[in-house]
């Protein structure tokens, strides 16, 4: 079939993709900018298309020749309204879709049986199933919390875990859930293109507490926990702990505890009868098997990877945009080059003044930024528009340059690059960081911080050249 993904560079849309090309079928896949999937395996076996959903005069032709479109777009990391900026994109996508596709596959998500008490994340997921079902013949998976390596329930959960032996939490976390891994997400979307429209159909797995989902992973990890649930609520506080001590930022971690207050469990009865060939991994299975991905360095896609409603910038030298640069000759190829400084951040660190760096993720934490706690998908690789620390890489060119762009909480844009210039024995190696300020306390924050920057910065570069030259002679990255 010919085939539309919307969402290509998810987490879902980058499992999903490959599957779809290994079963034979031709892809168009819809991004806003076309550079964020390059680097991936199928980047060159896809058609790409250039377009933006909440700007509808950019989808025109988007839908032509396509039989099926898979809808995997959600707005839960937008700076605005995530519930209207979902409406905006589905009546758009509904918009261009509407005279073409024969069948549109969604994932949405699992609705608690007291209407009533369905959180905002939910309902703006059930507002987008029902826009594109009025328009579109539509089977509409709705899935409770997905484990899988990189997901955003999986983190959740495993940085709880890991960082608070001992956790006092809210009554809700003996509240039922039905959680489902995300290789059984996955195998739901294929099937689904062997079926005319089915509608609504609930997805899910083995129903337990969020407390047992915690104290399951305890048990895959062999860790000791002890929870005392304490009869009080406070959905937002708990959003606010949990953006503090894992790396899911307040702004998910809110629409993500708000789903589970209410019990939400699915009814599978449908699923079982038209699917009889998928069932899903119990839940220990599921953890050990996201655990397992993850220590062989394999995880596929991350939670952090998708934009979301964030704006993308283009680094740009024009009036107004504050600019250091460094440079110094080291004496190896590029290549060796290239691989220090792409391997920075992470569990590897930023090569030096390490604790500031700490320090400034902590503060960046408590106003409601990342902070250092999305570290990086792989220890060495590199994609654009992926999570780094508190940073996304907006373009790497391999073996040659690296250009990431702030996501902490400063007045202005900022950016951090660097590239390995051959030159005649070794080459130059160029380190910028840029800041476009933001009105006058962009300019005092700037100043301010430029004598920090004159220490850090300068003490990176010599880190960068010097770890080169190990690499050059076989020694491996500090």
């Excluded at 707005?75 to 979902?86: C, H, K, Q, V």
């Excluded at 997901?151 to 959680?179: C, D």
Aim: hydrophobic share 45%.
């Amino acid at each position: 079939m010919k085939i539309l993904v919307t969402g290509a560079t998810g987490y879902i849309g980058g499992r999903l993709i490959p599957q779809l090309l290994e079963a034979g079928h031709q892809l168009r896949v819809l991004v806003r900018d076309k550079t964020r999937i390059e680097g991936r395996q199928w980047s060159s076996l896809v058609e790409v298309f250039e377009g933006d959903l909440t700007k509808p005069e950019t989808l025109c032709g988007l839908c032509e020749g396509v039989e099926v479109g898979y809808y995997l777009v959600h707005s839960m990391l937008a700076d605005t309204d995530f519930a209207e900026a979902d409406r905006v994109c589905a009546q758009n996508f509904c918009q261009a879709a509407q005279p073409h596709l024969k069948l549109c596959i969604y994932l949405g998500g699992l609705l608690p049986r007291e209407l009533d008490k369905v959180s905002l994340h939910l309902s703006s997921r059930a507002e987008v199933g029902q826009t594109l079902s009025n328009s579109l013949p539509t089977t509409e998976f709705r899935a409770g919390p997905i484990i899988g390596s990189g997901s955003a329930s999986f983190e959740m959960v495993r940085y709880l875990t890991e960082r608070l032996p001992l956790m006092v939490a809210p009554k809700w976390v003996e509240n039922p859930v039905q959680p489902i891994n995300i290789r059984a997400v996955l195998e739901y979307l294929l099937a689904a293109l062997s079926q005319p429209a089915l509608g609504p159909i609930d997805i899910g797995g083995e129903v337990l507490t969020f407390r047992q989902m915690m104290l399951g992973y305890a048990e895959a990890r062999g860790l000791r926990r002890v929870i005392v649930p304490l009869p009080v609520l406070a959905p937002r506080l708990a959003a606010l702990w949990v953006g503090l001590v894992t790396p899911i930022p307040n702004s998910l971690a809110r629409p993500l505890v708000e789903g589970i207050v209410t019990p939400v469990l699915a009814n599978t009865d449908r699923a079982e009868e038209l699917f009889t060939e998928i069932v899903p991994l119990d839940y220990l299975s599921s953890v050990k098997q996201a655990l397992q991905r993850t220590q062989e360095r394999a995880v596929a896609t991350r939670w952090s990877n998708s934009l979301a409603g964030n704006s993308t910038f283009t680094l740009q030298d024009r009036e107004g945009l504050v600019r250091e640069v460094r440079s110094t000759f080291v004496p190896v190829d590029p290549e060796f080059v290239f691989t220090s400084f792409a391997a920075i951040g992470g569990q590897r660190g930023w090569l030096v003044w390490n604790w500031a760096w700490k320090i400034r993720g902590f503060f960046d934490q408590l106003v409601g930024g990342p902070g250092l706690r999305r570290g990086r998908r792989h220890p060495t690789e590199l994609l654009t528009g992926e999570a780094l620390d508190f940073w996304r890489v907006e373009r790497v060119e391999v073996g040659r340059s690296l250009v990431l762009r702030a996501e902490m909480k400063v007045p202005g844009r900022a950016w951090l690059s660097w590239e390995a210039q051959p030159k005649e024995g070794g080459c130059e190696l160029i380190q910028s960081a840029l800041f476009a300020p933001h009105g006058f306390w962009g300019f005092v924050y700037w100043y301010c911080m430029y004598p920090a920057h004159q220490v850090i910065f300068d003490s990176m570069c010599q880190a960068i050249a010097r770890d080169a030259i190990k690499l050059s002679q076989g020694q491996a990255l500090s």
